[in-house]
């Protein structure tokens, strides 16, 4: 497997309609410029979109595949077909 960074992730316009796709490290790049918004896919609130702040409170406490920087870590998502 690749290193999470350089995972595909889909990049929806304002409409939720898919533009194209990006490299995970491109989608946080957006993501703390506030540029891009994280889609939740599961759990009770799917489809709630989350700025940075939201996405690192709702990492908290989530296993899985995670991108950890000094003070932060971020859940990301790897689904499978």
């Known amino acids: 497997m690749s290193a999470p ?3 595909p992730v889909l ?3 304002r409409y939720w309609q ?3 796709t990006c490299s ?3 989608a946080v790049h957006l993501l703390c410029l506030g540029h891009a918004q994280v889609v939740q896919v599961e759990g009770e609130q ?3 979109t989350h700025d940075l702040m ?3 409170g ?3 406490g989530m296993g899985g595949e995670m991108i ?3 003070r932060v870590a971020l859940s990301i998502r790897v689904l499978s077909d």
Request: aromatic share 12%; hydrophobic share 40%; net charge positive.
């Open 5 to 7: 960074l350089d995972t």
């Open 11 to 13: 990049v929806l316009n």
């Open 18 to 20: 898919p533009v194209h």
């Open 54 to 56: 939201s996405w690192i």
């Open 24 to 26: 995970a490290r491109r």
């Open 68 to 70: 950890h920087s000094v």
């Open 58 to 60: 709702y990492s908290k």
């Open 46 to 48: 799917k489809f709630t």
